[in-house]
Antibody, heavy 120, light 108 residues
Framework: EVQMVESGGGLVQPGGSLRLSCAASGFTVDGNYISWVRQAPGKGLEWVSVIYRGGITYYADSVKGRFTIYRDNSKNTVYLQMNSLRPEDTAVYYC??????????????WGQGTPVTVSS | SYVLTQPPSVSVAPGETATITCGGDSIGGRSVHWYQQRPGLAPVLVIHYDSDRPSGIPERFSGSNSGNMATLTISRVEAGDEADYFCQVWDSSSDHRVFGGGTKLTVL
């Protein structure tokens, strides 16, 4: 059974750092595309970052230079390292496994999310 | 960057048909995916590649995409369909994923 479990969220002060984890089971993270998506309180979904099978990464403009996505194949886990956090980064963070064709990708499986609050 | 526009809310009576739109420049030339998010839960894929239903999604859910508008249609709406619905595309120029703002479906 495919399962994705996020962890690592919590309360952090502005300017601080946090590392989120997305532990996968039922598939290998290095054989898939994995995205992070966030949802601010009462708002819609915002794509944050993706890591491709080959290790290529992409970031939303709002987090580029502050967030880093990477994976540990031995732990079958994808991470999101978040630095220089701002209050506007407050959200529930979801990881999602993507299925991709040659010209498109969709998010087939989602974790339950982990909340991040950036506040003093 | 590419922008997707959804109506903030749609209301429909039980048993009727709900239509949720997703507008974007020449969106008919892209593949559109739809997600349902019930309150307090993670999103769930309900339509991919404009009109394909993943296994386990009722046939009442269907999709179409042409011109500047993609549409999610829910037939014979049930109380359990009350949720937020988001459209999504892949922006090939940047490899970014783009979501619409979401539509809250209320079952009267």
């Amino acid at each position: 059974e495919v399962q994705m479990v996020e962890s690592g969220g919590g309360l952090v002060q502005p300017g601080g750092s946090l590392r989120l984890s997305c532990a996968a089971s039922g598939f290998t993270v290095d054989g898939n595309y994995i995205s992070w998506v966030r949802q601010a309180p009462g708002k819609g979904l915002e794509w944050v970052s993706v890591i491709y099978r080959g290790g290529i990464t992409y970031y939303a403009d709002s987090v580029k230079g502050r967030f880093t996505i990477y994976r540990d194949n031995s732990k079958n886990t994808v991470y999101l390292q978040m630095n220089s956090l701002r209050p506007e980064d407050t959200a529930v963070y979801y990881c999602a496994r993507e299925f991709c064709s040659t010209d498109n990708c969709y998010m087939a499986n989602w974790g339950q999310g982990t909340p991040v609050t950036v506040s003093s | 960057s590419y922008v997707l526009t959804q109506p903030p809310s749609v209301s429909v009576a039980p048993g009727e048909t709900a239509t949720i739109t997703c507008g974007g420049d020449s969106i008919g030339g892209r593949s559109v995916h739809w997600y349902q998010q019930r309150p307090g839960l993670a999103p769930v894929l309900v339509i991919h590649y404009d009109s394909d239903r993943p296994s386990g999604i009722p046939e009442r859910f269907s999709g179409s995409n042409s011109g500047n508008m993609a549409t999610l249609t829910i037939s014979r709406v049930e109380a359990g369909d009350e949720a937020d619905y988001f459209c999504q595309v892949w922006d090939s120029s940047s490899d970014h994923r783009v979501f619409g703002g979401g539509t809250k479906l209320t079952v009267l």
